[in-house]
């Protein structure tokens, strides 16, 4: 079977210090991140273990995790798995980069946010052009507040083309329709975000090929399903796999609506679901509205 994991271990910390984050600029302590790395060498331990199913990895850290050593160590080990698929992590990208010549470019991947307030646009740039030196696969976006627009649209101008520059629409942000015009210029995929989904009683592929994982092992539908569904070290969560239902009543994070089926993001993303690429540029110009939004 292919099974799809979002990996999450305890690590909350971060090197920037975004308004909208309530991560930024915390600090783990020395414990704290030992018992991150172990939690991580665990998770990366079973995965090389279990050839028996395909399987894709999303790592969902709260804060940056490839400021540490051990989730670049992760990310090489488990692209070169011959039956990882994929292998792909949310980054602000202000880690070096060499080491990525280490990975199996076809299995890694990257989801890159730009923070305009912590780094350059210029230097945010140099990194970009360094991944793409690399011949590594990767996206990039930003968060929709309003102060981000004039840079979101300097940014789009600036990447190549073949780059997807995916934009979030801002926590507790709402939008009129004249504003929503103006980021969907950017990101013509930005209506899928400006909503909050209606998901409850709809299907959804989290539960039964995509889950979510804790650094203990803890295996849930999703990081918004807070109910446990087994546990990955003993097993027990492969009983609970099946196709369900969402029981929420609406869902407003890509991590989790990409996976919902009637949005149909899986086509729109064949193939970089994970690292929220579209299947190809040209497929950044569809203007399907949201089959079930708020």
């Known amino acids: 079977m292919h099974l799809t994991m979002l990996y999450r271990g305890p690590l909350a910390s971060c090197d920037y210090d975004c308004a909208y984050c309530p991560f930024a600029k915390r600090r783990d302590s020395t414990q ?22 395909e399987l894709s990895v999303l790592f969902t850290p709260w804060g940056e995790g490839l400021v540490r050593s051990w989730y670049r160590e992760a990310m ?14 949310q980054t602000n990208l202000s880690c070096r980069l060499t080491w990525i010549a280490d990975c199996d470019l076809d299995t890694v991947a990257f989801w890159v946010t730009y923070h305009p307030t912590q780094v350059t646009q210029d230097r945010f740039l140099s990194k970009c052009a360094e991944l793409t030196r690399l011949g590594a696969r990767f996206s990039v976006g930003m968060v929709g507040v309003p102060e981000n627009l004039t840079g979101a649209r300097d940014l789009r101008e600036a990447l190549p083309d073949s780059i997807y520059l995916w934009v979030n629409a801002a926590d507790g942000h709402s939008y009129t329709d004249e504003q929503a015009a103006e980021w969907q210029a950017v990101d013509p995929l930005f ?35 807070p109910q446990t569904i087994g546990n990955l070290y003993d097993d027990s969560f492969r009983a609970a796999l099946k196709p369900r239902p969402c029981p929420l009543s609406t869902c407003d994070c890509h991590i989790g609506y990409v ?36």
Not at 76 to 89: K, T
């Open 76 to 89: 090489v080990s488990l692209s070169r798995m011959p039956h990882v698929r994929r292998v792909a992590i």
């Open 191 to 225: 209506h899928y975000s400006r909503h909050a989904h209606v998901s409850k009683g709809q299907p959804c592929r989290t539960g039964d090929t995509v889950i979510s994982v804790l650094g203990d092992g803890t295996v849930r539908r999703c990081h918004f399903v």
């Open 32 to 53: 704290q991140l030992r018992a991150d790395r172990a939690a991580l060498q665990r998770f990366t331990g079973w995965v090389g273990e279990n050839t028996s199913d």
């Open 259 to 294: 996976h919902l089926e009637p949005t149909g993001l899986y086509d729109v993303f064949t193939g970089g679901v994970l690292e929220r690429i579209p299947t190809s540029p040209g497929a950044q110009q569809r203007t399907l509205l949201p089959l079930i939004e708020g």
